[in-house]
């Protein structure tokens, strides 16, 4: 039995020849997977991946026609499983959604109940989406970051991409915690909003993409959040200090990047890898209830952008383009 209306509205992107096609159509429920927990979604949000998967060449979406949006938030309106009961607020994220199975970007969605999120009274549905995966992938690198011994007072902690909707979280996440935060912004007119967020300082994004032949530079950071890659992370490895770590999650300034073994071996520099996407559920619920807590971030809601499942092509052109300034968050069914 369910409680999801025979047709809905949702957005989305289907490969047609060597093109894709996107935009809002009426969506039958019967096309959509099964699954314990259903979901009236009353938000989501705009991510990085959420822009590749809605053009051709991008390389993430893995069925066709999908409903694109890698997470959700909104109310259960009908489950089967009873620690999920109808009425709760809960979100939706990583796993499939939106890459093979139909994401977020609808007025209704099915999901299996071990991928779902109570949410607690700290987080709103729209809050919840202000952080989205952005929100809880800079949670997930700070959680490693201290999983490694870093500690506040124990030297400046760089962010890259810092405008972006994952830097932005992760400004706010590490000063909230009382962290020493160098932003990095290729974005100069962006440096109020970031100092707004608690960074000490903010610095050009050119000063941490600089390429050199050396193999070690001055140690700078106790710690690092990187969601650039490129040109970023090896000059990151290379200014360290010692058996300092680098989280590293995206690739917004280039997938492939050359570094040499020194920062390993004469430094103990260690790089960590961040994949938010299959953080198991069990980790998954405890940092979103943090999130809501010791990990709430300065500013959280603070200057996101509104849109719809109608104006959403603009938005995922400009996440692409590099033109993200926080948060896009999309109002659904509310
Ligand atoms: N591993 C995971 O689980 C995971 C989860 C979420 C996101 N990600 C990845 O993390 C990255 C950031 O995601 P996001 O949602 O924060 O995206 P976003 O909102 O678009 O932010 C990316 C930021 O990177 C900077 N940037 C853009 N183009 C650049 C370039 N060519 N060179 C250097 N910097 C550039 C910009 O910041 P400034 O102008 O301030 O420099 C931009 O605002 C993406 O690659 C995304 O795929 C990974």
Excluded at 125 to 150: I, N
Excluded at 166 to 192: M, N, P, S
Excluded at 222 to 244: F, K, M, Q, S
Aim: aromatic fraction near 6%; charged fraction near 20%; include cysteine.
């Amino acid at each position: 039995m369910t409680a999801i209306p025979a047709t809905f509205r949702a957005f989305v992107a289907e490969q047609v020849g060597a093109t894709v096609n996107r935009g809002v159509r009426p969506f039958a429920e019967a096309d959509l997977p099964p699954g314990e927990v259903e979901v009236r979604v009353l938000w989501s949000s705009v991510n990085y991946k959420d822009g590749l998967a809605t053009i051709a060449g991008g390389k993430v979406a893995r069925i066709s026609p999908l409903i694109a949006g890698i997470d959700l938030a909104g109310e259960v309106v009908a489950s089967a499983d009873p620690s999920i009961p109808v009425g709760i607020a809960v979100l939706a994220h990583g796993y499939d959604l939106g890459v093979s199975r139909h994401g977020g970007f609808a007025e209704f969605q099915r999901v299996p109940a071990v991928w779902v999120v109570p949410l607690g009274p700290a987080l709103t549905p729209r809050l919840a989406m202000a952080l989205g995966t952005a929100g809880f992938t800079a949670a997930l690198s700070v959680v490693r970051l201290e999983e490694r011994g870093l500690r506040p007072g124990t030297g400046p902690v760089l962010v890259t991409g810092a405008s972006g909707g994952l830097g932005t979280a992760a400004v706010g996440i590490l000063a909230a915690r009382g962290y020493e935060v160098v932003a990095a912004t290729g974005k100069q007119d962006e440096a109020d909003r970031l100092r707004g967020l608690g960074a000490a300082v903010v610095v050009d994004r050119a000063e941490v993409a600089a390429e050199s032949t050396r193999p070690l530079e001055a140690e700078r950071w106790a710690g690092a959040v990187d969601c650039v890659g490129g040109a970023t992370l090896p000059y990151i490895l290379r200014t360290l200090r010692r058996d300092a770590t680098v989280a590293a999650s995206g690739n917004a300034g280039g997938a492939g990047f050359a570094t040499t073994v020194f920062p390993f071996i004469l430094r103990s520099a260690a790089l960590v890898g961040i994949d938010s996407a299959q953080v198991p559920i069990a980790e998954r619920r405890v940092i979103w209830e943090r999130l809501g807590d010791d990990l709430r971030p300065i500013g959280l809601g603070d200057g996101v952008t509104e849109v719809t499942l109608d104006t959403l092509p603009e938005a995922l052109t400009a996440i692409l383009a590099g033109r993200a300034r926080g948060r896009w968050i999309v109002r659904i069914g509310c």
